[in-house]
């Protein structure tokens, strides 16, 4: 079996913060997280907004440090290297931030952002970090005679493509997305995953895709880890997900993705959630889903396992791993399993 590119174990990052009544809490962003990629392939990270998803991202790259955990970047620690060992690792690894508006300096014409990766990093003279840019440029459908223009001069769309112009400027082997698609409108989410997709495809590019969105993870992710609350609750390859996800928490994510016909979207049988995310404060003891999970809720016996000991996540069939008590007790209906393997 191949070293993979990237391997995360036991990832955690918590966060100090001052309570109401002025003591110290700690807020536990990540709470072991455990994940791999391959060259060239793409995991995609999903779960609702303040599960830990880009705080994970971040960490892994070390723009935040971690509390705990190993990672591996092709076989090298990560977490053991130097000032000059680390700007090595960010050559090789890069980010696509979630916000085109605020990940762009509106003081640098769009030369001067996707070529300061190149100016750091001592990569050619300027002529060649010119020639380079609008190569770039043109790489990501943007015209290169636009060098010269500033970020607030483009589109949203635009903007993210110039970020992603930035991301490939040194030529890494692994780009961490941040939800590049969650800010733009549906026709230009469309254009920027197939640049994704076709960049991939010719440079060998690996991603790890954030969302919350599982339509979009689906389309263009090979695997698939499902985070709620600081911990990965089901990892698998995206076809097993899809079609016979085992956790309640995925089970009701994919219920919750719209389809297009209105007649059968009024017709679904959707699972509901009840009551909103816990608290990353203070999350509730055993699985953080419980107080939530439609099964915990139905049956006593089940809550007060839930309520105690926390799931590991265990191997639920072929490269499909689970976090869950009573994983195959609870399926998803065969309507809702359809539906989400018709978009691919």
């Not at 009544?21 to 392939?41: H, M, N, P, Q």
């Not at 979009?216 to 079609?243: K, P």
């Not at 219920?255 to 995310?277: K, T, Y």
């Not at 996540?313 to 009573?326: M, P, Q, T």
């Amino acid at each position: 079996m191949s070293t993979p590119l990237l391997e995360v174990k036991n990832l955690k990052k918590h966060f100090k913060v001052r309570s109401e009544r002025g003591g110290k809490k700690v807020v536990k962003a990540v709470d072991g997280v455990s994940l791999s990629i391959e060259a060239g392939k793409t995991l995609g990270l999903v779960g609702e907004s303040g599960c830990g998803k880009s705080t994970a991202g971040r960490t892994i790259m070390r723009l935040i440090e971690p509390t705990e955990g190993e990672i591996y970047f092709q076989g090298k620690d990560v977490r053991k290297m130097n000032a000059r060992e680390l700007k090595a690792f960010r050559k090789e690894v890069q980010f696509i931030f979630q916000d085109p508006y605020a990940s762009l300096n509106p003081r640098f014409t769009v030369g001067e952002l996707v070529g300061e990766p190149l100016a750091i990093h001592k990569m050619g003279d300027k002529q060649q970090r010119i020639k380079r840019t609008k190569e770039l440029l043109d790489i990501v459908g943007l015209n290169p005679e636009h060098i010269n223009r500033y970020a607030h001069e483009f589109s949203g769309g635009q903007r993210q493509r110039i970020g992603i112009a930035r991301a490939l400027a040194l030529e890494p082997k692994l780009i961490i997305c941040d939800e590049p698609v969650s800010a733009l409108d549906v026709s230009i989410q469309a254009q920027v995953l197939n640049l994704l997709e076709k960049l991939q495809k010719e440079l060998g590019i690996a991603y790890i895709f954030i969302a919350h969105d599982l339509s979009v993870v689906q389309h263009i992710s090979d695997d698939v880890a499902v985070m709620y609350l600081g911990r990965i609750v089901e990892r698998s390859d995206w076809r097993s997900l899809y079609e016979a996800p085992h956790h309640p928490y995925t089970q009701c994510l994919l219920s919750a993705v719209p389809v297009p016909d209105p007649e059968q979207q009024r017709q679904r049988n959707r699972i509901l959630l009840a009551g909103d995310p816990p608290s990353p404060i203070d999350p509730p003891e055993g699985c953080h889903f419980h107080t939530r999970c439609p099964l915990a809720q139905s049956d006593p016996a089940i809550l007060e396992r839930c309520s105690t000991e926390v799931p590991g996540l265990n191997k639920v069939g072929e490269s499909h791993n689970c976090a869950c008590h009573f994983a195959k007790a609870f399926p998803i209906s065969e309507e809702i399993a359809a539906e989400s393997t018709a978009v691919r």
